[in-house]
């Protein structure tokens, strides 16, 4: 069964053709790939998906709901969370801080609540500081809780945008170039956390990646897109060896 769907997808920007009839299909604790080149359109997808841009034509069904243009938040309640590739971190807080930011909109308590202090809210937020401390430890956090993310290494903030996505409860989870900016050691690092959130969380996962070591490692299947559009789509042997791909984007050495 597929946790996600994308069918028939369109996104225009004046006179470019960001999007050109993109379909896919995420199936349930998958974990699903999307390559190209730079401009080819990649994060227009995912930026149509969480509700951030509005698509021209084509729909979006996560868990069997039509998502396609509802809000951003509407599209996080429903069970959608992303990071960005470019780290989104708020430096005034804590890393504990930055994890809460995302858990606190999805508490049951309302405005009364809140400013009487009442037992509901009280409740609440002894939950929340349950869950954040679950995620700062699922992504090995636990000694960076009181940091401030400017003074954290590069490889440590990608952890913690991604366990700020976690906070959200998705069941989808999107990884905009996850990898970019680290070095070796972090890639292995992250590698074996994205395998981790998927086998123990049961999260399924659509990541855009340059890093072949990641999207070989990691997808079951892969779109590849170039100039907007769907260029091949298969298992990573099969992208490996189509030579549409290799002469578009992995390189041809003929």
Known sequence: ???????????????????????????????????????????????????IYKADAGQVILADKDITNKEQHQVARAGLGRTFQNIRLFKGLTVAENIMTASDPMAGYGIISCLLSLPGKLRTERESRKRVYHYLELVDLIPYKDW?????????????????????????LLLDEPAAGLNPKEVGDLIELIAKLNRELGLAILLIEHRMEVVMGLCQYIYVQNFGKTLASGTPAEIQCNEEVIKAYLGDEG
Do not use: C, H, W
């Open 1 to 51: 069964m597929n946790i996600l769907e994308v069918k028939g997808l369109y996104k225009r920007f004046g006179g470019v053709q960001a999007v050109a009839d993109f379909s896919l299909s995420l199936p349930e604790k998958g974990i699903v790939g999307i390559i190209g080149p730079n401009g080819a359109g990649k994060t227009t997808i995912f930026n149509v998906i969480s509700g």
């Open 148 to 172: 401030r993310p400017e003074n954290l290494p590069y490889g440590i903030q990608r952890r913690l945008e991604i366990a700020r996505a976690l906070a959200t409860g998705p069941k989808v």
